[in-house]
């Protein structure tokens, strides 16, 4: 599937994929290294909900320029999965939809609310953006 949503995004939009892996794999060093090797501009990392432990844990050691985590925007890339209707996508909620028509997704929620809290509750703790006054 990652191979099929690279060459998607390829064909749309132009960039150039320099390598691909499933989310799937036993040894992280051979997978660090063949990112270090490929030195990409921008990681797009699709690994469920590991993905934002696996960047936060080698962010020193990746040699890409920006890594982000991609959740299900593989399985869309690849053509699995629609997106959500155009209403969702302009609110912001493409997330809920997903996880509504989704009952394995479900037992995730519970989480997603915890974190969302966790984010409000961080921002209200600052009295100004950082570097304001």
């Known amino acids: 599937m990652a191979e099929r949503a690279a060459r998607n995004a390829e064909g749309r939009w132009g960039v150039r994929v320099c390598g691909v892996h499933d ?11 063949a990112i270090r090797a490929a030195r990409p501009d ?15 844990r080698h962010k020193a050691r990746l040699a890409a320029k920006v890594a982000i985590g991609v959740g299900g925007m593989i399985d869309v890339l ?5 997106r959500a209707p155009r ?6 909620l493409e997330w809920l939809v997903r996880i509504a ?3 394995r997704r ?9 974190f969302v809290w966790m984010v409000l509750a961080e921002a209200g703790q600052r009295k100004s953006p ?4």
């Open 23 to 33: 989310g799937y794999f036993s040894d992280e060093e051979q997978v660090l290294k």
């Open 42 to 56: 921008l990681l797009v990392v699709g690994m469920g909900e590991r993905q934002d432990t696996f960047i936060h």
């Open 78 to 82: 690849a053509g699995e999965v629609r």
């Open 87 to 92: 209403w969702a996508q302009r609110m912001g």
């Open 101 to 103: 028509s989704d009952p």
């Open 106 to 114: 479900w037992r995730r929620f519970p989480r997603l609310l915890r």
């Open 130 to 133: 950082p570097g304001g006054s």
